[in-house]
């Protein structure tokens, strides 16, 4: 069963993956303190050069986005030069390398860039900041259409700095509660103009965020990821379903290298979904998708057996196991993730 996970897999004319087994993105929290990526993190990286694609830890693309200790950039001239170690280092294992691009809105923190923190409304979320306990989450300033703008214009600066900087392309982070997905749900996005109110209102800075994105890297180089299902940081919201229809109708004209779902476990189900995200999307978008959420090489096999979806991503395991890949291939036990590992780089 888990066989089919081996076969190559064409994204697009470009980019042909080795096997069907991405690395998900996973926050480590280790670059150092300008955010700059380390020598230590294009070791950890290379020793998981045997993944189909890696898709790095997401990586903020100005300051203000930044809503966790340590988390690699992708806006200065010394964040790039970190970045060419690690690419470079699993291009000569034979890997590839997608960055994850990212501002967090209102789960930033003032506290790692002197604020403010920036949403699509002036609504906050309750807690704390994960590592930084003391560290209460405060009122986003609400954003203007200017500052959208100029978002936009850094978004796409950042995608051009991650092909600078040696990756394969770039996944927009467009899940999880972060910025992106704070205009996509009612929850954060409370405006009453041309980016708030009805489906394509909502839709609007998404959208042009990927069109400014494909304009600059091209098409066969982008990707996105999406969390139509509210978990975390995030009120669930019935009417949330029609933005989401519409977002993925829209997406489906932009021949995205692949869309990948956001969830921790994709056995969850949504009233307002009719089920599990990954059924959802693959329900309403005909292209490459990516599942992830608590699967093991058998059950994500099984579930691209089922047509469910088309690869597979894998996190926690791959913290736990930087042999993922050759372990599953030669049927060799698997250590079991856990929280501690975080601690450091292995
Ligand atoms: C994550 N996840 C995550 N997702 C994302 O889009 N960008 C990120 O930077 C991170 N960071 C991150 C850090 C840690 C420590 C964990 C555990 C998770 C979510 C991750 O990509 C994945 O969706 C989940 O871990 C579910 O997959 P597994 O772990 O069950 O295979
Ligand atoms: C600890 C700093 C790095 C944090 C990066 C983000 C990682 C993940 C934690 C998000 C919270 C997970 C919520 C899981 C919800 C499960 C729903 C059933």
């Not at 993944?51 to 010394?78: C, H, K, M």
């Not at 967090?104 to 923190?109: L, Q």
Request: net charge negative; glycine share 8%; proline share 5%.
């Amino acid at each position: 069963m888990t066989a089919d996970l081996f076969q190559p897999y064409a994204l697009n004319a470009s980019i042909t993956l080795n096997n069907k087994i991405l690395m998900a993105p996973l926050t480590r929290c280790q670059a150092d303190d300008d955010l700059v990526p380390t020598q230590a993190m294009a070791d950890y990286y290379a020793r998981r050069a045997d993944a189909g694609l890696i898709i790095s830890e997401a990586v903020i693309i100005r300051p203000d986005g930044q809503g966790y200790p340590n988390t690699p950039g992708l806006f200065t001239p010394e964040q790039i030069q970190g970045w060419q170690k690690v690419t470079s280092a699993v291009h000569a294992k034979g890997g590839k390398i997608f960055a994850q691009l990212w501002h967090t809105g209102r789960v930033a923190h003032s506290h790692f860039f002197g604020g403010p923190t920036v949403a699509p409304s002036a609504v906050k979320i309750e807690g704390t900041v994960p590592r930084q306990r003391e560290l209460a989450y405060e009122i986003p300033k609400a954003l203007t259409g200017e500052e959208i703008a100029q978002l936009v214009a850094d978004y796409s600066q950042a995608a051009a700095n991650a092909i600078d900087a040696g990756f394969d392309g770039v996944e927009i982070h467009g899940a999880n509660a972060y910025l992106i997905d704070q205009f996509l749900h009612h929850d954060s996005n409370r405006r009453d103009d041309e980016f708030g109110g009805t489906p394509e209102n909502m839709a609007r800075f998404p959208l042009a965020v990927v069109d400014a994105i494909i304009k600059r890297i091209g098409q066969d180089r982008t990707a996105l990821r999406v969390s139509p299902g509210a978990y975390v940081n995030m009120q669930g919201d019935s009417r949330d379903r029609a933005v989401f229809d519409y977002f993925l109708k829209q997406l489906e004209s932009r021949q995205l290298a692949y869309l990948h779902v956001g969830i921790f476990d994709d056995a969850l189900t949504f009233d307002y979904l009719d089920g599990r995200v990954s059924d959802y999307v693959r329900a309403h978008y005909s292209q490459t998708l990516v599942g992830v959420g608590s699967y093991s090489a058998e059950t994500g096999a099984q579930a691209i057996a089922d047509g469910r979806f088309d690869l597979l991503a894998i996190g926690r395991p791959f913290i736990a196991n930087p042999d993922y890949v050759v372990r599953v291939r030669d049927r060799q036990p698997l250590v079991s993730y856990s929280d501690e590992m975080l601690a450091e780089l292995v």
